[in-house]
């Protein structure tokens, strides 16, 4: 179940149309799919992808993806800490990012271009597809404490996953907000 929250508002909906034609009219695709395979913590990308292959390659033929990885974090993440840092710090890519959360959940945090949204944040969990578009600031937050997540990322080229960092420091602002996950 997602949630959309815009903490300079003190707004939160759980509502998913709501959510879908907030997120739509700003260019950012929501759906969500079944997240139904059963499988262990500690299955392997290629066990991950070969599960979700029916739901998955249709959609990435239709929409020109070529590339699909699965990025699995939980309590066991070797350097969890760095890694996080790394998400959390405000970004673009240079094409769409997709992400299908098969397990867990966390934030996508944004910081739209266009000067009237408020920074906001989707709460994604099992089930939810996401797909942000290309050159769009945002940064993602797993949690501080027992994360847990297993995403399936989607590209056009591996070229698009580097991460491009604003340095603008917004990321800074909101993290006292962010609460655990």
Same mark, same amino acid.
């Given at each position: 179940?997602?949630?959309?929250?815009?903490?300079?508002?003190?707004?939160?909906?759980?509502?998913?149309?709501?959510?879908?034609?907030?997120?739509?009219?700003?260019?950012?695709?929501?759906?969500?799919?079944?997240?139904?395979?059963?499988?262990?913590?500690? $299955?392997?990308?290629?066990?991950?992808?070969? *599960?979700?292959?029916?739901?998955?390659?249709?959609?990435? /033929? !239709? +929409?020109?993806?070529?590339?699909?990885?699965?990025?699995?974090?939980?309590?066991?993440?070797?350097?969890?800490?760095?890694?996080?840092?790394?998400?959390?710090?405000?970004?673009?890519?240079?094409?769409?990012?997709?992400?299908?959360?098969?397990?867990?959940?966390?934030?996508?945090?944004?910081?739209?271009?266009?000067?009237?949204?408020?920074?906001?944040?989707?709460?994604?969990? $099992?089930?939810?597809?996401?797909?942000?578009? *290309?050159?769009?600031?945002?940064?993602?937050?797993?949690? /501080? !404490? +027992?994360?847990?997540?297993?995403?399936?990322?989607?590209?056009?080229?591996?070229?698009?996953?580097?991460?491009?960092?604003?340095?603008?420091?917004?990321?800074?602002?909101?993290?006292?907000?962010?609460?655990?996950?």
């Amino acid at each position: 179940m997602a949630v959309l929250n815009i903490p300079d508002q003190q707004f939160s909906t759980a509502d998913v149309a709501e959510i879908r034609t907030f997120l739509n009219t700003r260019g950012i695709w929501f759906d969500q799919w079944e997240a139904k395979e059963n499988l262990p913590e500690d $299955a392997d990308q290629d066990a991950v992808l070969n *599960a979700y292959a029916y739901v998955l390659q249709p959609f990435m /033929q !239709k +929409n020109g993806y070529q590339v699909a990885d699965v990025i699995n974090i939980n309590s066991t993440t070797p350097n969890y800490e760095a890694l996080r840092n790394k998400f959390l710090s405000e970004h673009r890519h240079t094409e769409d990012e997709v992400r299908f959360f098969v397990a867990g959940k966390g934030y996508f945090w944004f910081n739209l271009d266009n000067g009237s949204d408020p920074v906001f944040n989707v709460l994604c969990e $099992a089930g939810d597809l996401i797909s942000v578009p *290309a050159h769009t600031r945002h940064w993602f937050d797993a949690g /501080q !404490k +027992n994360p847990a997540v297993k995403t399936i990322r989607m590209f056009i080229d591996q070229s698009g996953w580097v991460p491009h960092y604003t340095e603008s420091g917004i990321d800074q602002v909101y993290q006292p907000t962010i609460a655990d996950v």
